[in-house]
Structure formats: C-alpha cells, structure tokens
C-alpha cells in the first residue's frame, strides 16, 4: 500500500487508447482533449476533502500499458489501494485485457478479491457509432462473477465521471488507514 497513513493512490490500467489519460484528466480539469500525450506513467497528487474524513492526499497513476519491465508493473500493482481497470465499449478486445489484468492482480496480491472497479469508458458512443459492449453483459460478469465494481463513464461529455472516483475511494479501507 502507499506510504502514509492518510494518503490513497489509485492506479489507472488498461489498452492503450481506451481513455484512462482523458478520465483523469476531465475528473483534475472538467475538460476533455481529443488527444492526450502518451507516457509511460503519470503520477498526479492532489490535495482531496473527502465527506467524513476529511483532507488527504490523493495520488492518481497513470498507466500507459507498456512496462518495459515486468518488475515496474509489479511495483505499480503492489502499491496501490483501489485499481480503475478501463476498456472502452467500442473495443471488446480492451475487455479481454481487463480480465488479464485483473488475474495477474488477483495472483500478485495473492487473494480471491482486490479493490478493482471496471471502467467502461466511451459511454457515450451509442451503438450506431460502434459500441459493441452492452452495459448489461459485462455488469453480468463484474458485479456477478467477479464482485467487484462497475461503472461506465464518458470522459467526453463528462457523464459519471465522478461515479468512477466515488467507487474507487469507496474501496479503499479510509477509516483503517486515517489513524
Ligand atoms: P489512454 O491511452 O487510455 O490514456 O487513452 P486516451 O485518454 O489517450 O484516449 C484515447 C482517445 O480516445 C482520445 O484521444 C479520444 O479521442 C478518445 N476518447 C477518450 N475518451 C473518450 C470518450 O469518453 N468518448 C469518446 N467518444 N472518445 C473518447
Ligand atoms: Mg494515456
């Protein structure tokens, strides 16, 4: 977990181009930018006032998918306390690399759960402009197989996009680490 007591760190994973850059980015700035510019990772730390617990320091790591080494994206998945793994519903194969994400969290952190909340990112793209993920489908496998959380969001109109920090910071275990 990362380092100080009342501090949180969420880790954004998931395919390249499926929206993790914009998401942040619209949540820090309410805006939405058709390009974003790739890195290898991102941390942006902010101050947050969370209702109840008051201020904390919230760290934002954003992924690009591409670890040059496997022991960087181990670190990254080691330290963090809730993990957004994002596809985008126009994209099934950004699914699939949900589910690979997800096992290879499950057996780093050696259990059955994790504090992961799945993304459905380009919610806004209807099924005439190439949505190919049905809400209902992949609500089925997450919240049924999986237990974990789902949303879906739009970092372009800025739909729910405060839906996906809200079920992150509600994985996180505040009142255990605000001591
Ligand atoms: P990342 O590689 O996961 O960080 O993806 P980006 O945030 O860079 O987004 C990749 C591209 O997807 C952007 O340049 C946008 O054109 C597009 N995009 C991102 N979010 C949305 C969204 O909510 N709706 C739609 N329609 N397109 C989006
Ligand atoms: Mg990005």
Known sequence: ???????????????????KSALIHRF??????LKYTRTVEELHVLEYDMAGSGKMRLEILDTSGSY????????????????????????????EEVRRLRDEILELRGGKS?????????????????????????????EGEWDANFVEASARTGGNTGGV?????????????LS
């Not at 760190?9 to 390249?16: I, K, M, Q, S, T």
């Not at 080494?69 to 194969?93: N, W």
């Not at 994790?114 to 997450?142: C, F, H, Q, W, Y």
């Open 1 to 19: 977990q990362s380092g100080s007591p009342n501090s949180v760190r969420l880790v954004f994973l998931g395919a390249a181009g499926v929206g």
């Open 28 to 33: 820090l700035h309410d805006r939405f930018e």
């Open 68 to 95: 040059s080494f496997p022991a960087m994206r181990e670190l990254c998945i080691r330290h963090s306390d809730a993990f957004a793994l994002v596809y985008a519903v126009d994209d099934p194969g950004s699914f």
């Open 114 to 142: 994790a504090p992961i909340t799945v993304v459905g990112s380009k919610a806004d793209l209807t099924e005439a402009e190439g949505r190919e993920l049905l809400t209902s489908n992949v609500m089925a496998i997450v």
């Open 165 to 177: 920090f809200r079920a992150l910071l509600q994985q996180v275990n505040l009142p255990h680490r």
